[in-house]
């Protein structure tokens, strides 16, 4: 009475056996990422809005003199990969092999939610991505463009 065929899922294999597992495994790693990467940077100490806009406007006056005086720009410090650019990249990269995982899940003809689930997991990742690169940029811009509207104020004219 109590044969294998009675119960559900004993002859199957292991999930992690198979391919759409793996793609839901990258898209959420890559989902948590996105989302570490967005909140990260706001736990690490920074000076406050003001010394940093001050910063901002002593290089741009700095940098407007020099040209003034026709003198050449410093040579730019080379920055190392920090931590936070690491995750910038690896988040979308994550997210891309959830793709491709997924489509190979299809392909196989394996569980469709597990290839569903990680393909649609990873396109969050991407597109979550895409969404906060889009407003750090625009963010950016609204601060250069009042930056540039108070360009009187900084030369103290």
Same mark, same amino acid.
């Given at each position: 009475?109590?044969? =294998? +065929? ?11 056996? =198979?391919?759409? &597992?793996?793609?839901?495994? +990258? ?7 996105? #989302?570490? =990467? ?13 010394? =940093? ?14 040209? #003034? #005086? ?17 995750? +910038?990249? +690896? ?5 891309? &092999? &959830? ?6 899940? &299809?392909?196989?003809?394996e569980n469709r939610r597990y290839a569903a689930y990680g393909a649609s997991l990873g396109a969050a990742a991407i597109t979550f991505q895409f969404i906060w690169l889009v407003a750090l940029l625009i ?15 900084? #030369?103290?004219?």
């Open positions: 009475m109590n044969s =294998q +065929a009675e119960i559900p899922g004993a002859g199957d294999p292991s999930p992690l056996r =198979q391919w759409g &597992a793996w793609a839901v495994l +990258a898209g959420v790693a890559g989902l948590v990422l996105v #989302f570490v =990467q967005i909140v990260g940077p706001t736990l690490e100490p920074t000076p406050s809005v003001g010394a =940093q806009i001050g910063e901002i406007a002593g290089e741009i006056r700095r940098s407007a003199w020099r040209s #003034f #005086f026709g003198l050449s720009a410093p040579e730019p410090e080379p920055s190392a990969l920090t931590a936070w650019a690491a995750l +910038a990249i +690896a988040a979308p990269l994550l997210g891309i &092999a &959830a793709l491709v995982l997924a489509a190979i899940s &299809a392909i196989a003809r963010a950016c811009v609204v601060l250069l463009v009042a930056i540039i509207e108070n360009m009187g104020d900084i #030369f103290g004219i």
